[in-house]
């Protein structure tokens, strides 16, 4: 297998293309300060995740920044903080402020040469229209949670995604999924046959971060530890 084998890479934006992370982290800074500093870095994104990931399945078709909102009051909650509504809402409205991977930007206008790029995301579409902004390049198709009415990982973004890519003639096979979610993203990658490229965002670091821990290692057909790295591959298979 190839990477010039597939025609489409779908790309998980949040975690792979920006950096939900840091986004998180400062978002959150109102909240965490009061906490002095008893939890880390890690502890911080990993209650968030569990937040998340309850209330995605709980209300699924809640646009990501009221979901956000409601994540922020779930976290006070939990470390016994106080928090008013305002407080809840600039949290969801947070994401146009998440940064962009440093080498995402001049990856994707080098991959855009090569490949049709599609976004499949957890996410609203006014906050990705910000970040879309941040990446510099025009998708050639842009799925998001609000479109669909879940979140990933159900089947049915990837079904979603699947039928319409299919109506333009674009068969599963020609496709690969680039994430770095192994929750999110590879194990319904696997379900679903698609072949995937994990975009290692969290290699030097321990745990799942902001994502759910897995639970299992998905098969990946790719691992690339940024996007830079992807692009080498490519030009060093291409010689492009």
């Not at 407080?87 to 090569?114: I, Q, T």
């Not at 890519?165 to 990658?189: C, Q, V, W």
Request: with cysteine.
């Amino acid at each position: 297998m190839k990477l010039s084998d597939f025609e489409v890479l779908s790309f998980d934006c949040y975690g792979t293309l920006i950096d939900w992370e840091s986004g998180m982290i400062a978002g959150l800074e109102p909240l965490t300060a009061r906490l002095g500093g008893r939890l880390s870095r890690d502890e911080i994104l990993q209650a968030h995740a569990r937040a998340e990931s309850t209330q995605q399945r709980w209300t699924p078709t809640m646009r990501y920044s009221d979901l956000l909102a409601i994540v922020y009051k779930r976290l006070a909650e939990q470390w016994e903080l106080v928090v008013t509504p305002e407080e809840c809402a600039a949290y969801g409205a947070s994401v146009p402020n998440w940064p962009a991977f440093p080498d995402s930007r001049e990856a994707l206008g080098y991959l855009k040469k090569h490949f049709r790029l599609v976004i499949l995301s957890n996410v609203d579409n006014v906050s990705f229209a910000a970040s879309n902004a941040r990446l510099g390049v025009h998708f050639d198709a842009v799925y998001t949670a609000e479109d669909i009415g879940s979140y990933k990982p159900s089947d049915r973004n990837f079904d979603y995604m699947l039928e319409k890519l299919g109506e333009r003639g674009i068969a599963k096979g020609r496709i690969l999924h680039t994430a770095e979610s192994l929750f999110h993203d590879h194990l319904p990658a696997n379900r679903h046959g698609l072949a995937s490229c994990w975009i290692y965002r969290r290699h030097a670091q321990q745990g799942f971060g902001a994502t759910m821990d897995p639970g299992q290692m998905p098969r990946v057909d790719f691992r690339f530890n940024s996007m830079a790295d992807l692009v080498e591959a490519h030009r060093a298979e291409t010689g492009g």
